[in-house]
């Protein structure tokens, strides 16, 4: 169950009540793709730097280790020794990104794995069936991403067949919920919206998939090749078309900047592979903007990546530690900055949800997004 606290202009300040825990909102979500997150860090590292809900993948866990498998060890909770919620996507968004590998049809979509060419259908039942096997706090209906820019024509259609897989998704998982054997009865179904980068389309299909009456909903279907203005656009246009009383999550995005601009315009939830990939390649996320930690600037700099940071990482090592463990390709050195740009993110979201709470969240987000344009 949402409740909203409090409300600045459009932003919102929250809290979600879920049967694995209470999450405050506005929130970020980390990502760990294969019930894992990549950099070597742990579930009780994501304790230590403050990680509210873990994300994990559909398709992926399908794939390997398999998720009759998960099931078999008690479902993802215990197969990763967490106890807070988790969200699992759909798989869409993968099967979108394996567009030579597919076949849409009103059925499903038939594609070929990624790791051993073996074909597989995934339709809103199968997408259900793993996601119900994986025992996850919310899952994700199963969408087409469509790629921005497509045809009005083919988008139009994309959405109506995605509002057809949506009720499907919910009869399904009405149905596993109610099965004895299920790993987690009281698993959430939230509802995407899709319609490209049109206004109508959008609009359209929110006020149809609304109807449906579901525990959440997300903007789907962005931060894929269109600029941040069009992102924005759409968020203004949906918006006011969203259920005030449920959450709101943007799937996919996004900087620290695309995160204070779409709180403001009035959404709740988050999630990007951007942490941890940046910083895999050394590049962190500061309170003074990006840094660079392969510059040659660093390599006598014994300050920590970011001053003031609690960090696993900044609390005890220097910027020409960090990086010389990089230059010796020492898995150290990727830990370390993987788990400073998850606390910065699990951070900043505190710091907004505080400054929701004061009242001064407007001057707060004008202030850090003059900080994060910047490079250190």
């Known amino acids: 169950m949402y409740t909203l606290l409090k409300q600045e202009g459009k932003a919102r ?24 997150i990549k950099g070597a860090v742990s579930s009780l590292d994501l304790k230590e730097v403050g990680c509210q809900v873990e994300l994990s993948n559909t398709y992926h866990l399908h794939i390997r280790p398999g998720d009759d498998l998960i099931k078999d060890m008690g479902g993802l909770h ?11 996507d759909s798989g869409g968004f993968q099967v979108f990104s394996l567009s030579k590998l597919r ?16 074909r597989i259908f995934m339709g809103p039942e199968e997408s259900m069936q793993i996601q119900s096997n994986l025992g996850s706090t919310i899952a994700m209906a199963f969408d087409e991403c469509i790629e921005n820019p497509a045809p009005y024509k083919y988008v139009k259609d994309s959405c109506e067949r995605t509002y057809r897989w949506l009720e499907r998704c919910k009869k399904e998982m009405d149905r596993l919920n109610s099965l004895p054997d299920t790993v987690n009865p009281h698993q959430m179904l939230w509802g995407i919206n899709q319609g490209g980068t049109y206004e109508d389309l959008r609009i359209w ?9 579901l525990p959440g909903y997300a903007i789907g279907g962005l931060a894929v090749g269109e600029s941040a203005e069009e992102m924005y656009r759409i ?9 005030k009383d449920k959450p709101r999550y943007l799937m996919g995005v996004g900087t620290p900047i695309n995160i204070l601009e779409a709180v403001d315009r009035g959404i709740d939830f988050f999630d990007c592979v951007i942490t941890s990939r940046n910083a895999r390649h050394a590049n962190l996320f500061t309170d003074k903007g990006v840094l660079n ?3 040659n600037k660093f390599a006598r700099d014994d300050k920590p990546l970011m001053e003031g940071c609690t960090c696993p990482a900044c609390k005890n090592y220097s910027r020409s530690y960090i990086r010389h463990l990089f230059k010796a390709k020492e898995m150290l050195g990727m830990r370390l900055c993987v788990l400073h740009n998850l606390h910065f993110y699990n951070d900043l979201m505190q710091q907004i949800r505080d400054n929701l709470d004061n009242g ?10 003059k900080a994060f344009s910047g490079r250190v």
Do not use: C, Y
């Not at 929110?206 to 009456?213: A, F, Q, S, W």
């Not at 001064?360 to 997004?369: A, D, L, M, N, Q």
């Open 13 to 36: 300040r929250g809290q979600f009540e879920t049967v694995h825990g209470t999450v405050q909102t506005p929130v970020f979500m980390n990502v760990g793709t294969s019930a894992a």
């Open 78 to 88: 215990r197969f990763m020794n967490w106890d807070r919620p988790i969200l699992t």
């Open 103 to 118: 076949k849409i049809t009103e059925e499903g979509v038939h594609f070929q794995s990624h790791v051993d060419g073996k």
């Open 205 to 213: 299909h929110m006020n149809e998939i609304k109807k449906l009456d």
């Open 235 to 243: 968020i203004d246009a949906v918006e006011p078309h969203m259920p």
């Open 293 to 295: 930690l392969n510059n």
């Open 360 to 369: 001064t969240f407007k001057e707060f987000k004008e202030e850090k997004v």
